[in-house]
């Protein structure tokens, strides 16, 4: 495999875009918004800087780094001649299998269908392609330059063989891969989602406040940030979405989402990304949170 697309230049995809390049894959960064390219390449440019600073690469790994990436807003065009593409596009079943029937249409059979959600079924997702058996979760964890899980989902086809060449490559990306089965929030967000929601519910019923919940959880826990920190990070709208997943394909109302989230959601406060979540992120002090999480 030498030539990888990657659908999404948002928080993950830009990501996923950087840690292929690194290993001197050609990747195709495609999104429909002109925007998100430019902020996903100048994010991958400022991440790359942070390695030099750091002299963990050389500036001369970082050049090549981003010579490895082209960018796209047409798909079709992005998925020319590629053997994989993963697909990292916003959380929505509807979008996702939008983009997966039109991948099957647009790729060769033997092209590898990925997609990184974090929730949705891939037996779902690989129902509308041609290939099921190439259809596989491919989960990797935030921030993805740093973060070493990649958690790996087979659909109920997923081949052994696909299993097999996706785990290898993940470790060729210098990730320990894990493999899981198909089912609402696979394993990392089963159990991540249910701490988050639980944390805002406390906050919610006037238990503690933010500060003094995400102190609880990082010193008396040993958690590195705390759970309402964490939700800021990957996006209060990622979070609503992951637990509706699970609270609708469980019918379980362990999983429903807290009333603040939702609200926090429908009013645009969705984190790190817009600015502002359960902590402020204007521009004085963005520099500052981000920074840290690559430390
Ligand atoms: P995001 O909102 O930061 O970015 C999504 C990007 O997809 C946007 O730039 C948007 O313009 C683009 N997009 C939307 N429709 C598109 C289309 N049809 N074609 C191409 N691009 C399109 O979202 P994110 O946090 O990067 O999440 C992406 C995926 O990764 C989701 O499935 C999410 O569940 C998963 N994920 C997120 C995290 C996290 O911490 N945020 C962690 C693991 C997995």
Redesign the pocket.
Known sequence: MKNIAV???????NGIAHTFAQKGFQVNL????EK?LEKGMATITTNLDRMVAKETISESDKNATLSNIKTFTS?EEGVKNVDLVVE????NVD?KLK?FQQLSEITAENVILAT????ISITQIAAVTNRADKVIGM????PVPIMKLVEIIRGYNTSDEVTKTIMDLSVTLGKVPVEVNDYPGFVANRILMPMINESIETLYNGVAGVQEIDTVMKLGMAHPMGPLQLAD???LD?CL??LNVMYDGFKNPKYAPCPLLVNMVMAGKLGV?SGEGFYDYSESKKAEKVSKSFQ
């Not at 990292?88 to 959380?91: D, Q, V, W, Y």
């Not at 990184?116 to 929730?119: I, R």
């Open positions: 659908i999404g230049a948002g928080t993950m995809g495609i999104d429909i918004s998100s798909t990292a596009a916003t959380e979008l983009i990184n959600t974090s929730s989960h990797f964890m935030n990070f990957i996006g990622v979405s992951i990304k």
